[in-house]
């Protein structure tokens, strides 16, 4: 069974400033997708990034980039100029598609940004 | 283009009871799953419709059951209600086979005392 791992209960980073939130997984499977979900207080689930796993190049979404290393199951989400608006919980989730489509969620690391 | 409504948005209900929660999906969608979140927990997946059937379930008892109408909206039921229960409820919408495209409602917080 697949298992989604975020080690960061909470992260904190100033306005303006980069931050790296973690994320492993596991798997025996060789294809399947990478989320970032972001969940702000409103209380729904945005998705922030997708990576699919037969492609090497690292996602990347405006200021939202991953860094995704497959031999180590890792999966890592790097914020840059931080807003104010960024501050939310943030879930890493995995899927292996066309055959069960369900996601699987960490239990979410939960972001600060400062003034 | 409206995304996923679900309603009631907040919920009391007392152990023992029975609980009903609507979804809405995105339109252009036709596949519905539904999510229990616990509080400090990421979401669990409880089962998906598509086609007016259960395509998948998780690891829920019998007493969580759902349906799917021809309009392609989605109830989920609680009976025997536990204070265990108590979660954020989430339903997400896609269309396959980019079942990858999920989106997301706002929930029902549901409290069962």
Redesign the interface.
């Given at each position: 069974a697949q298992t989604?791992t975020q080690s960061q209960p909470e992260m904190s980073v100033q306005e303006a400033e980069t931050v790296t939130l973690s994320c492993t997984y596991d798997t025996s499977e060789n294809n399947y997708?990478l989320?970032w979900?972001k969940q702000p207080p409103?209380?729904?689930?945005?998705?922030v990034i997708?990576q699919e796993a037969y492609k090497q190049q690292n996602a990347t979404e405006n200021r939202f980039s991953v860094n995704f290393q497959k031999a180590a199951k890792s999966f890592s989400l790097k914020i840059s100029d931080s807003q104010l608006g960024d501050t939310a919980m943030y879930?890493c989730?995995f899927?292996k598609?066309?055959n069960?489509?369900?996601?699987?969620?960490?239990?979410?690391t939960r972001l600060q940004v400062f003034p | 283009d409206a995304g996923v409504t679900q309603s009631p948005t907040h919920l009391i209900k007392t152990r023992g009871q029975q609980v009903t929660l609507r979804c809405s999906p995105k339109s252009g969608h036709d596949t519905v799953s539904w999510y229990q979140q616990a509080l400090g927990q990421g979401p669990q997946f409880i089962f998906q419709y598509y086609e007016e059937e259960e395509r998948q379930r998780g690891n829920f008892p019998d007493r969580f059951s759902g349906h799917q109408f021809p309009n392609y909206s989605s109830e989920l039921n609680v009976n025997a209600l536990l204070l265990g229960d108590s979660a954020l409820y989430l339903c997400a919408s896609s269309r396959p086979p980019e079942n990858y495209g999920y989106t997301f409602g706002s929930g029902t917080r549901l409290t069962v005392v």
């Open positions: 989604v997708y989320f979900y409103s209380r729904q689930m945005i998705l997708r879930f989730a899927m598609p066309y069960t489509d369900k996601l699987i969620f960490g239990t979410g | -």
